[in-house]
Structure formats: C-alpha cells, structure tokens
C-alpha cells in the first residue's frame, strides 16, 4: 500500500485571519511555516505537524460543500472546548459513541467546513 497516514486537510477561506483565529482559539492550531505557493494561505500545525492548509478564495465556490462530510481530530478538555464554542457563539453537537465511550463534538467552522473532535471516553460529561 502506498498510503500510510493522513497528511492534512484543506479548508478554503473567504477570510484567512479570522478562519486561522478560529482554529487557533479552539483548537490550539499554531500557524507555522508555509512556502510561497503564489496564492494566500497558512499552514496550521498540531505540534510539529502540519494538518490544515487554510486556502484564501474570495468568494468561496458555491455551492460551499463538497463531497468531503468533516475532518477530525484527537481532542483534548471536552469541558474547556465546550465553554470556548459557547463564548464564542458557536453551535454544536455533542454524542458519545455507542460502543466505545468516545465523546463526538461536531461544528462548523466560519466557513461552512464540517469539525468533528474526538475525546477519550474517560473525559468528564460537560455540565449541562
């Protein structure tokens, strides 16, 4: 098999500071090192990787959606990501997976792109 992992995702952006603050302020996303590609974007890092490529496109397609349903990643503080979604104003949905226990968090980005995070079953149960 040639494929062997998942590299990153990209999301198109009609605005690129307040799309990177988004997941910066949510996610904990750093903007790192992105090489000149001769269109405006940033490159958004989980530690030392690069997962989310953050395209500018003024305006977006329309339709907005593709075929591609979300992205997700491995999360961390189910209780303090909740807080920042609701201080920030942003919907969500959040189940837990019948059979293994994983807490599901589910939003959309500024620009219409479907997040799922993923939180280990033993995260405590947000207060309601």
Request: proline share 6%; charged share 25%; with cysteine.
């Amino acid at each position: 098999m040639t494929a062997h992992a998942m590299n990153h995702f990209t999301v198109l952006a009609e605005d690129l500071r307040v799309t990177c603050d988004f997941y910066r302020d949510l996610l904990g996303l750093t903007e790192g090192y992105r090489p000149d590609m001769g269109f405006p974007g940033a490159w958004l890092y989980a530690g030392d990787q690069a997962v989310l490529h953050v395209v500018m496109r003024n305006p977006l397609p329309q339709p907005r959606a593709g075929v591609l349903d979300h992205m997700a990643f491995s999360a961390a503080d189910l209780a303090g990501t909740i807080r920042r979604l609701e201080e920030k104003g942003v919907r969500y949905q959040l189940g837990r997976q019948a059979e293994t226990g994983t807490w599901q968090l589910f939003f959309h980005d500024p620009n219409g792109a479907r997040v799922e995070l993923d939180f280990v079953p033993t995260e405590e149960a947000p207060a309601r």
